[in-house]
């Protein structure tokens, strides 16, 4: 019997077209950590927050298939965060984690098992282009690991070590990582880009790679999702350079 994996959440887990290329998500190449009789159901969509993602149904849909033994992983924050926007706006330590709550009864109603995921860091570097900016994801971490803690939910804390692995690489490094680019370089697009939160196809391999980590860091069920975890997680650069 095949295992399944849904994905919850905002464009920098998405699955992209040609019609946003190079931009790839985390969940888009996260099929290259798993063993083959994984299947992955990718829900995530740009610029949505736990509470337009709800509104618009798409929890519905997962809820629909996902079945005792698959898993659910839940990435939010970017667009939670933005409270000029009723629309997506969700207080942190409130309709934040109360919506939180939904995607895990979704998950546990069924016998699946959540997993929460803090967001990736946003590549905003400091004057001195070594390290970068505080919190730039606010409260909202802060309140997916106390929500976490609370409801016996495992956590990836995508948001503190995706920091780390930047700042270790350094600016000029992760230019390639991220969507930053000149123009005439894409054809989708023409006056290049500057974009230090979505992510191209290298970017993704390596917060990947620290997702997977941290999967088999957990041990148990979600190190058996993994595809030789012990051989190929080791450092990323293994991977990829």
């Not at 790839?24 to 299947?39: A, D």
């Not at 667009?79 to 546990?108: C, H, M, W």
Request: aromatic share 12%; charged share 25%.
């Amino acid at each position: 019997m095949s295992l399944k994996i849904f994905w919850a959440g905002d464009s920098t887990v998405k699955e992209n077209t040609i019609l946003s290329f190079p931009q790839t998500g985390i969940g888009q190449v996260f099929k290259l950590f798993l063993k083959p009789e994984v299947r992955v159901f990718n829900y995530a969509q740009n610029g949505r927050s736990t509470k337009s993602f709800i509104e618009e149904g798409r929890l519905e849909l997962i809820e629909q298939q996902i079945k005792e033994g698959d898993f659910l992983f839940i990435q939010f924050g970017h667009n939670d965060e933005k409270i000029q926007d009723d629309s997506r706006y969700t207080t942190p330590y409130g309709t934040f984690q109360e919506n939180l709550k939904k995607f895990v009864d979704v998950a546990r109603n069924v016998g699946a098992y959540p997993v929460i995921i803090t967001p990736l860091y946003r590549r905003l570097f400091n004057d001195d282009h070594k390290t970068l900016i505080d919190d730039t994801h606010l409260e909202y971490p802060d309140a997916m690991k106390e929500f976490a803690v609370r409801e016996n939910v495992p956590l990836i804390d995508l948001c503190t070590l995706s920091r780390q692995l930047i700042e270790e690489a350094g600016y000029g490094e992760t230019f390639n990582w991220f969507m930053h680019f000149d123009a005439g370089v894409y054809a989708n697009y023409p006056e290049g880009q500057v974009d230090n939160t979505h992510l191209q196809y290298l970017g993704a391999v390596k917060f990947a790679t620290i997702i997977a980590k941290e999967l088999h860091k957990l041990g148990g069920i979600y190190a058996e999702l993994l595809i030789d975890p012990e051989d190929n997680l080791e450092d990323p650069r293994l991977l990829i350079d």
